[in-house]
């Protein structure tokens, strides 16, 4: 690792629903303008992973801390306001809502330079820019998850957690995703991703970690995990 | 050999699943049931009229009901008790009369003392004193619907308590509330004022009690003020974005608690109108709102659960459907809730969320 203190770390992070753990002491750390990909099979406690940070999940051992200062009790409201976006992979729209007001309550608890922020996040999706007054349950998978970006935008979080950003969508929609991830980070936002679709996951990143069982398995630079023989016979069909 | 279709399956197809409804189905259907409703107010002006009144009563209290339902997640059986409880207050702030061991005490305190209170404005039946108590009633009604909240749904919504669980506890909140009036004002119904009631005319429309317009316009102006406020305001869209999904709403920062509070807030607001109107109307009674609960959730679940406007125009036709069936003389009027309920049936079963509930 180098010597810059990262944004996120996630220390022996042990979590899971009710009396079934699942993560049994996981680590993972994000550095600042990363972005940082978490692969693994199925079952193996990767949206379970960004759960326990974002506080929708308890963590029963372990800590979390952002910019070095210790987050792990936070509640989940507390943690957006402290700079942390999350973009569920499922419901991560208010489906009754229009675009526009999806964006607004993204954007709920800012004081100000809330019309700004908004001018800004449109222009990053400029389709949805013509559409602000429809109704988000009416969008195709791919522009539901553009809203989602768009509202974990908002409060221009230090870090956005996304949990699955492709899924259900047709490679064209998913391909455009990870191109708009890319770009979010390009712009100074740090990303922490779960991604089924390993491959083009980690094209986009600077880090990966292989997680099993709810274990850490692998980690590193993500061109060297997309080519690790090992990883690829396992985790990424090759 | 193909076993022929059930007549659920055969209903289901109906319902649209196998089905095509012809084009233009439901603009045929809404026209007809307008032409009806007009046809109805011209021949039955009268009862159309007194189903109007009635229908804003179940439509104020439908209307604070969908909103504790859609956003503070809470089946609020209690409903009818809680405005029954308003009611109350606002006969007390007004009157300060209770019921003592050798008939009722009467508190010292008591607005229709103040000068000139019970004078009539225009041809109602009450002062300014009246609406005063009103407002001292929502005052009372908002912290106990609060304390109701707190330590009795919120800890059940808390442990993930079902809707059922919730629903029972709700009715005993009701009983409760129920014999706590009994016990505090007795089982003897009450006025708010026991004067004459002057009538008028408006136009050419049917002759009706001066309080009735006051009922109707008081029913919709704040169902205007509540959909301004849920479409029109942050807190509205917030309150909104809650009742749509609550998860999201905690990731975008929405503190579920404080949104919960301020359903309750207007929810209190709209519970004290209610039960001060509902019991002007008629009269103060412990189980009046208990009696009515049935035609209440009828009219949000007519509307569509989640929506102010449905629930508004769910009171209004339950009241009109009620009323205009028993006037053609087809049904006695003990019917005249079950003829409501068989067009809540109707429409339920072919749109399930309601008149303006989400498609």
Redesign the interface.
């Given at each position: 690792m180098t010597d810059v203190a990262p944004i996120l770390s996630a220390r022996d992070i042990v979590s899971g629903y009710g009396p079934v753990q699942i993560l049994k002491g996981v680590s993972v750390e994000v550095l600042p303008g990363e972005i940082v990909t978490i692969i693994g099979p199925n079952g193996a406690g990767k949206s379970t992973l960004l759960k326990a940070i974002f506080g929708l999940l308890p963590v029963t051992e372990g800590h979390v801390s952002l910019h070095g200062v210790d987050i792990t009790r936070l509640s989940t409201e507390n943690l957006v306001r402290a700079g942390i976006g999350f973009v569920p992979q499922t419901n991560n729209v208010f489906s009754s809502l229009t675009i526009r007001e999806n964006l607004l309550m993204g954007g709920f608890i800012r004081d100000e330079g809330l019309q700004d922020r908004f001018d800004w996040v449109v222009s990053l999706f400029p389709d949805l820019g013509s559409r602000l007054s429809e109704k988000t349950g009416k969008l195709s998978g791919g522009q539901r998850q553009m809203v989602a970006i768009g509202r974990a935008l908002m409060l221009e979080p230090k870090i956005l957690l996304l949990d699955e950003p492709s899924a259900s969508l047709s490679p064209k929609m998913s391909e455009m995703v990870f191109e708009k991830v890319r770009e979010i980070n390009g712009l100074g936002t740090a990303a922490l991703m779960v991604e089924q679709d390993a491959q083009r996951a980690l094209a986009i990143s600077h880090r990966g970690y292989v997680l099993a069982a709810g274990e850490n398995r692998y980690e590193g630079p993500a061109s060297d995990l997309l080519g690790s023989d090992d990883v690829r016979r396992l985790y990424l069909g090759a | 050999m193909h076993a022929a279709a059930s007549p659920v399956e055969r209903f289901r197809q109906l319902r649209g699943a196998g089905i095509a409804w012809p084009r233009y189905t439901t603009e045929v259907v809404i026209a007809l049931s307008a032409l009806i409703a007009v046809w109805a107010a011209i021949q039955y002006s009268q009862s159309f009229m007194t189903g109007l009144i009635v229908g804003s009563l179940y439509a104020l209290s439908a209307v604070g009901l969908t909103l504790i339902y859609s956003i503070a997640r809470t089946p609020h059986f209690a409903h009818g008790d809680t405005m029954m409880m308003a009611a109350y207050f606002t006969f007390f702030a007004l009157t300060g009369v209770v019921i003592g061991s050798k008939g009722d005490v009467v508190s010292p305190i008591r607005i229709d003392r103040l000068p000139g209170a019970t004078d009539q404005i225009w041809r109602f039946s009450f002062g300014y004193g009246f609406l005063l108590a009103c407002v001292v009633s929502a005052i009372l009604s908002i912290p106990v619907l609060l304390l109701i909240n707190r330590f009795i749904y919120r800890p059940l919504l808390g442990r993930g308590s079902g809707s059922a669980i919730i629903a029972v506890a709700s009715l005993g909140v009701a009983i409760a509330l129920r014999g706590l009036i009994l016990l505090i004002w007795g089982a003897t119904p009450r006025k708010y004022s026991t004067g004459i009631r002057d009538t008028v005319q408006v136009w050419k429309l049917p002759r009706v009690v001066a309080d009735q317009y006051f009922i109707l316009v008081v029913a919709l102006v704040l169902t205007i003020l509540v959909s301004w406020l849920l479409f029109r305001t942050?807190l509205g869209?917030?309150m909104?974005?809650m009742?749509?999904?609550p998860?999201?709403?905690?990731?975008?920062?929405?503190?579920a608690a404080d949104v919960t509070r301020w359903t309750w807030i207007i929810a209190g607001v709209l519970i004290t109108a209610a039960g001060t109107l509902l019991a002007l109307q008629s009269q103060l009674s412990a189980d009046l709102g208990f009696v009515l609960l049935l035609p209440i959730f009828a009219a949000a679940i007519f509307g569509g659960v989640g929506s102010p406007q449905g629930a508004f125009l769910g009171g209004l036709i339950i009241g009109v459907v009620s009323e205009v069936t028993v006037a053609t003389g087809l049904f006695s009027p003990g019917y005249k809730i079950a003829v409501a309920m068989v067009a809540l049936i109707l429409v339920i079963l072919f749109r399930p969320s309601g008149l303006m509930g989400?498609k």
């Open positions: - | 942050k869209t917030s909104r974005a009742a749509d999904n998860d999201l709403a905690r990731a975008s920062g929405i503190v989400p």
